[in-house]
């Protein structure tokens, strides 16, 4: 079985981070290794804190996982200051893992700052380098690009901008884009494919963004499949999660992880 790793934070409502990742990587097939860089007060309706933990903890557990097991891919989420993102580029580039995911996470849906603006540079210059595929959402893009993004050429200039810092490809989700579909904008090797979904009206969308990237990562993982098909399937697989969301909790329930089951 293929062993993915998530390095994020731990959202305490199960919909996001960790939680999140653990449920899409076992859900996609593999086996989910984790590195907790922050643990939040969380549920659907708000993040109501959040306690980074020590470097030296977080490389800890970076050093544990790799050095015991396979991994075949990483994906990384919250990593809140400077320190931790370039403590988890450092050790990223000690240990060379065959495929790195890089999703932004930047602010959770009740505008909670789960990146400090400090380490948006560090996000840039350490991290996004490294990545196999980048995976913002629009809000994320517009930061990383310095840009507005408003329609999918918006999306494609800010691929490419994107792209420009090192790394491999880059995939702006559409799910905050106006329509009635919500189109990912993929760019790699100086070429474009798009993945359409029809949008689902629903509020139950908490941890979309993690469960589509380590989607993505597990995916990736398996070795027999390239990147188009890898975000093709993880795609097809966060549609359906979101189709099937759960109706939990008072605020944004979250995707149903395990709607195949």
């Known amino acids: 079985m293929k062993q993915i790793l998530t390095i994020a934070g731990s959202d305490s409502g199960g919909g996001a981070g960790i939680q999140a ?7 996609n097939g593999g ?30 557990q970076l050093d544990a996982v790799f050095t015991d097991f396979d991994v075949a891919s990483v994906k990384t989420g919250m990593l809140s200051t400077s320190t931790i993102v370039e403590a988890v580029a450092g050790k990223l580039k000690e240990y060379t893992p065959p495929a790195i995911v890089v999703d932004p996470v930047m602010i959770s849906k009740s505008e ?16 996004i380098p490294l990545a196999t595929v980048v995976t913002p959402n629009v809000y994320e893009a517009e930061l990383l690009a310095q840009q507005d993004i408003r ?15 090192g790394c491999r490809a880059v995939l702006v989700k559409g799910g905050h884009l106006i329509g009635n579909d919500a189109t990912d ?16 009206e629903t509020e139950n969308t908490h941890g979309t963004g993690c469960t589509y990237s380590a989607a993505i990562a597990t995916q990736l993982a398996h070795g027999n ?37």
């Open 31 to 60: 086996f989910a290794m984790s590195a907790i860089t922050s643990v939040t007060a969380q549920n659907t309706v708000a993040v109501t804190e959040a306690f980074d933990l020590p470097i030296s903890l977080i490389e800890a």
């Open 151 to 165: 329609n999918i050429d918006d999306a494609k200039n800010a691929a490419k901008k994107i792209a420009a810092l």
């Open 225 to 261: 499949q390239d990147l188009i098909d890898a975000v093709r399937t993880a795609k097809t697989y966060i549609t359906g999660a979101i189709q099937n969301a759960l109706d939990i909790g008072h605020g944004h329930g979250p995707t149903n992880h395990f709607f195949q089951t």
């Open 185 to 200: 904008v993929l760019y790699c090797n100086d070429k474009w494919s798009f993945f359409q979904a029809e949008r689902v």
């Open 112 to 127: 909670f700052p789960l990146l400090k603006e400090e380490a948006i540079d560090s996000l840039k210059t350490a991290l």
């Open 21 to 27: 990742d653990i449920k899409a990587i076992s859900a």
